[in-house]
């Protein structure tokens, strides 16, 4: 057990909605990541955030979005969903934002299925 | 900007017999480096990591890298392999500096048979 929660675990929806998946870090890490794993991209960095700011921006889509709030938690905002979406999305959190070791610990995931 | 090349999609190998998962990367600072599991159905595990000091890098469950800078090579190696050792595998590279996100290679998967 990582300590990272991310809810939900499974996810079925229609093209064309919103859907929202959830991440808790690690109790005392102030980053969160997301990363985006499909059979033909591999594992994509999409965003991080540290301390409620975003830090860094990677290959996400401007349909989607994210934030961290003020408890730590984090939220991936994904719309206007195209079956190309269809993905497994995981979190990971770590301690630092500068400085460390650059040491991730991953959630298991949500995986997103579009029909 | 750093990328990470794993070679071989699919390994395949026999029981308590040894492996090399291969790794090169590329970036023009200087990196950390790692190795993670992810077993079916689960996240990704962190097996080893190299940060400085010595190039031979011990992790769990038996297995190691070697970090070769000449080459900007990170091989993973275990002397002998288990049924349970059956895994995807990816190699990893961190930017020393304030973003520490990890760009993943696109991941081995070993296929250890009985």
């Known amino acids: 057990d990582s300590g990272v929660t991310q809810t939900p675990k499974h996810l079925i929806t229609a093209t064309g909605q919103r859907v929202t998946l959830r991440c808790s870090p690690r109790?005392?890490?102030?980053?969160v990541y997301w990363y985006q794993q499909s059979l033909d991209q591999g594992l994509q960095f999409l965003i991080q955030y540290y301390n409620g700011e975003e830090r860094a921006k990677g290959n996400i889509l401007e349909r989607f979005s994210a934030q961290q709030f003020p408890d730590l938690h984090s939220e991936l905002n994904l719309s206007s969903l195209e079956l190309g979406d269809s993905a497994l999305y995981f979190c990971?959190?770590?301690?630092?934002?500068?400085?460390?070791?650059?040491?991730?610990?991953f959630g298991e995931g949500s995986r997103l299925t579009v029909l | 900007a750093q990328s990470v090349t794993q070679l071989d999609s699919q390994v395949p190998v026999f029981e308590e017999a040894p492996v090399e998962l291969r790794c090169n990367y590329s970036s023009s600072v200087s990196v950390y480096l790692f190795w993670y599991v992810q077993y079916p159905n689960q996240g990704l595990q962190l097996l080893l990591k190299?940060?400085?000091?010595?190039?031979l890098v011990k992790g769990i469950n038996g297995f190691e890298a070697e970090f070769n800078k000449s080459q900007t090579s990170f091989h993973l190696r275990k002397p002998s392999v288990h049924i349970s050792d059956t895994a995807e595998y990816f190699c990893a590279v961190a930017r020393m500096d304030s973003s520490y996100k990890l760009i993943f290679g696109s991941g081995t998967r070993l296929l250890v048979r009985p």
């Open positions: 990971a959190s770590s301690v630092e934002g500068q400085g460390g070791t650059g040491e991730l610990f």
């Open positions: 190299y940060l400085s000091g010595s190039t």
């Open positions: 109790s005392g890490d102030l980053s």
